[in-house]
């Protein structure tokens, strides 16, 4: 990818304060770019509590932020230190721009926020423009309600810094399915510099250890939460159509999630106990093997499990989160209207005999594969040129001071 030196460097920051989402998105990108460049390293910046359970590939390491957790109000809380959040956000700061200072990329590219968490990685745009090294944006294929969206984005100044920092902007999705910048007031120069990947496709790791279950040796259905902060919803409900329904075909394995609260963990555990068709772990760093063995899948529809449920071909039952974000919402409704996945609405009432119908149709669902969407799965070999291509420009381009407002 570039001369001299060992190899190009892509630092990675990884916007994460709960969940597992944006890390997991990170690191496949990660993945994908050194399995395609044999002279290329890549370190990703994270504040997850558990990056370290995860697997990285050769030359793929990362740096461990501190911790920030959001509240249900929106307020943000140090996770584990006796810091308040602007200490905390004060020193991750620092920490992301002396790791690029160091670490000196060839190309940065920030996850979701375009000025970081509260504006965190805002001093290490500014360093990163004074050395002239390209910046991109990346972007999942739906942000939210672009009402809500607007309203956020305004008070985080984040238009002006697409146009202050940023060379590109890649949306892993497609236009057809959703546009993350509907309803912005996105100037035609950014417009210019936004390019749409497709749905980034997984594979099951070589290293991937095989999940020992205890009462399942067969197929079964597949019901993930994430990392389980905000989904013992729909845990409850599944639970409740195998308690009061003896007509659903296949069993079910559970993955409650490491972020799930440990009471809610153990109550949802005495309740399989009780079942002999339901197995239930609180986790799998390696969730791709446990879908590719799966006959069906019950998800929130987060942007990981999506392209999860469209690279191994299932059959899904999506529950979308509606609020804080209507992101799950809006992605899965569009892919019921494309025949991609069912999409089952929680109207608060979750009635035990509606989802056991719809556990017991799933296997007759439409696969993802029977509905052709013309580069669908193109994520990783689109993200490998685009990276080729703004590294091999290099830093020698006009000063993008020029775009300040």
Known sequence: ?????????????????????????????????????RDLSVL???????????????????????????????DYVSLKLPLDVEQTLALRSSIIKHTADIFDPDLLLVDKEPLGLRGEVEPTLELMRERGVPCVLGLRDVMDDPELLASEWARKNALPALDAY??????YGLPQICDPLDGLPVPGSVRKRVSYTGYLRRAISEHAPEVQLEKIDGPYILVTVGGGGDGEQIVDWVLR???????????????????????LQQDFQRRVNHLERVEAITFSAHLESLMERAVGVVAMGGYNTFCEVLSFDKRAII?????????????????QELGLVRMLADDGRRDAQTMATALRNLAQQPRPSERVVPGLLDGRKSVVRLARHRIAQGRNRPPLAARLP
């Not at 990703?44 to 990285?56: A, K, T, V």
């Not at 159509?241 to 799930?260: C, D, H, K, T, W």
């Open 166 to 171: 940023y060379d590109d902007i890649w949306v």
């Open 44 to 74: 990703i910046l994270s504040g997850s509590p558990i990056i370290g359970s995860f697997d990285f590939q050769s030359r793929v390491d990362f740096v461990r932020i501190p911790g920030v957790i959001k509240l249900r109000d929106g």
């Open 319 to 335: 529950v979308p989160r509606q609020e804080p974000r209507r992101e799950q919402l809006m992605r899965a409704a569009r892919a």
């Open 1 to 37: 990818m570039t001369d001299g030196r060992d190899g190009a460097r892509i630092l990675v920051y990884s916007h994460d304060s709960f969940g597992l989402g944006h890390l997991r998105r990170c690191r496949e990108i990660a993945h994908a770019l050194v399995e395609a460049e």
């Open 241 to 263: 159509a195998y308690e009061s329904n003896q007509r659903i075909p296949y069993p079910a394995l559970i993955v409650m999630g490491p972020f799930m609260g440990s009471e």
